[in-house]
T-cell receptor, first 113, second 122 residues
């Protein structure tokens, strides 16, 4: 199974500042035949279902604010929130879909300073 | 608008069984694979099973293989999860989620239900 490891486990950032969450996979999730990274990011708020933010490592889902961006390739990825808003408080997960079983990172809890 | 509505959760004793349902609407259910993902209290997300669009292919996480069975009824736009031999560590919120693709190969999840709580306790 591919193990996904996120860092940090928790993050405290001031409103308007940049927040960066990292995700490392134990195996390459870049599929050479199409040059796509099989990596997604989700936002999970208490009492709500997870919400897809980014897929293919850097493609933003429709309706997601452009302050959210994904980057990286191979085994190392990042989710960046360029200017933190109060509504961004949540737990963020990365997920690989290179192979079954699909696996998630352990989550990063983002809070406001 | 895509909607996924889970039901069937509740309190069950260790060793017992429960069947979850997920009613889907707002998309052509019969053309997409569907998954179950759970979150234990204070823990992260864990994918547990997928079924392809035609119910011809299923995959399970090792933690539930042999105890849980995923199925679907495309005529009713409904996904199921039969859970047997339940253990305390199966206690979780269970979400149904729509795969981006139909064939059950690994995918991300573009829509999620609100979840249903399963508590395994004596």
């Amino acid at each position: 199974d591919i193990v996904m490891t996120q860092s940090p486990d928790s993050l405290v950032v001031s409103l308007g500042e940049r927040a960066t969450i990292n995700c490392k996979s134990s195996q390459n999730v870049l599929y050479s035949s199409n040059n796509k990274n099989y990596l997604a990011w989700y936002q999970h708020k208490p009492g709500q279902p997870p919400k897809l933010l980014v897929y293919w490592a850097s493609a933003r889902e429709s309706g997601v604010p452009d302050r959210f961006s994904g980057s990286g390739s191979g085994t190392d990825f990042s989710l960046t929130i360029s200017s933190l808003q109060a509504e961004d408080v949540a737990v963020y997960y990365c997920q690989q879909y290179y192979s079954n079983p699909r696996t998630f990172g352990q989550g990063t809890k983002l809070e406001i300073k | 608008e895509v909607q996924l509505l889970e039901s069937g959760g509740g309190l069950v004793q260790p060793g017992g069984s429960l069947r979850l349902s997920c009613a889907a609407s707002g998309f052509t259910f019969s053309t997409y694979a569907m998954s179950w993902v759970r979150q234990a209290p204070g823990k992260g997300l864990e994918w547990i099973s997928v079924i392809n669009y035609s119910a011809g292919t299923t995959y399970y996480a090792g933690s539930v293989k042999g105890r849980f069975t995923i199925s679907r009824d495309n005529s009713k736009n409904t996904l199921y999860l039969q859970m047997n031999s339940l253990r305390a560590d199966d206690t979780a919120i269970y979400y149904c989620a729509k795969d981006f693709w139909g064939d059950g190969s690994s995918s991300y999840f573009d829509y999620w239900g609100q979840g249903t709580l399963v508590t395994v306790s004596s």
